[in-house]
């Protein structure tokens, strides 16, 4: 039972830095890729970024500048740093487990396990 | 980045219909198109991945289809449990994208 937990504060101030952390279990985090998404309340999903121990991290192109995801092999943990925040990004944010499939000869990407998600507020 | 569009944003319905809901994308994605269920206070869960491909333990009322730019999620026979939003999402390039979701409702 592959299970993953969001942590971090549930507020931050305009112009600081967003810190959250995702707790795996069930899995080796050196197996797989690892996602942040975000979700606007009452808007649509949004991916940040994805990071295995196997490779660079890969961000969004327009959070690239402010976003930093790291992890920690040793505490089975990934992390989500976003600097500079705004109104803009308060959002509950999710991580997320990529899952990848051989369908037909083709690689598919799906996120097939996901935390419960983690409502961050960007005010003063 | 691959822009995905799903239509209608917004859907009604009753117990017991067929409903099917479309996911556009930008450029051609092959069956890189995953579809998932969320519903408000809970995460999203994988329904159909590669296109067609129903996830383990997902009733198999859900069917999706389609491949290159066009794709549809189709549940036959809704239950009441089914009301959700419903988001596709694609995979071939980075960023991965998600269209903007359908609300499906009674």
């Known amino acids: 039972q592959v299970d993953l937990q969001e942590s971090g504060p549930g507020l931050v101030k305009p112009s600081e830095t967003l810190s959250l952390t995702c707790s795996v279990s069930g899995a080796s985090i050196s197996s797989d890729y690892w996602s942040w998404i975000r979700q606007p309340a009452g808007k649509g999903l949004e991916w940040i970024g994805r990071i295995s121990t196997s490779g660079s991290p890969d961000y969004k192109p327009s959070l690239r500048d402010r976003v930093t995801i790291s992890i920690d092999v040793f505490r089975n943990q990934f992390s989500l740093t976003l600097r500079s925040v705004t109104a803009a990004d308060t959002a509950v944010y999710y991580c997320a487990r990529d899952w990848f499939t051989m369908v037909g000869g083709l690689v598919n990407e799906a996120f097939d396990h996901w935390g419960q998600g983690s409502l961050v507020t960007v005010s003063a | ?106």
């Not at chain 2, 409903?19 to 998932?36: E, G, P």
């Not at chain 2, 296109?51 to 999620?73: M, Y």
């Not at chain 2, 026979?77 to 903007?100: H, K, M, N, R, W």
Request: aromatic share 8%; proline share 5%.
């Open chain 2, 1 to 106: 980045d691959i822009q995905m569009t799903q239509s209608p944003s917004s859907l009604s319905a009753s117990v017991g219909d067929r409903v099917t809901i479309t996911c556009r994308a930008s450029q051609s994605i092959s069956v890189h198109l995953n579809w998932y269920q969320k519903k408000a206070g809970n995460a999203p869960k994988l329904l159909i991945y590669a296109a067609s491909r129903l996830q383990s333990g997902v009733p198999s009322r859900f069917s999706g289809s389609g491949s290159g730019t066009h794709f549809t999620l189709t549940i036959s026979g809704l239950q009441p449990e089914d009301f959700a939003t419903y988001f596709c999402q694609q995979s071939s390039i980075v960023p991965l994208t998600f269209g903007g979701g359908t609300r499906l409702e009674i």
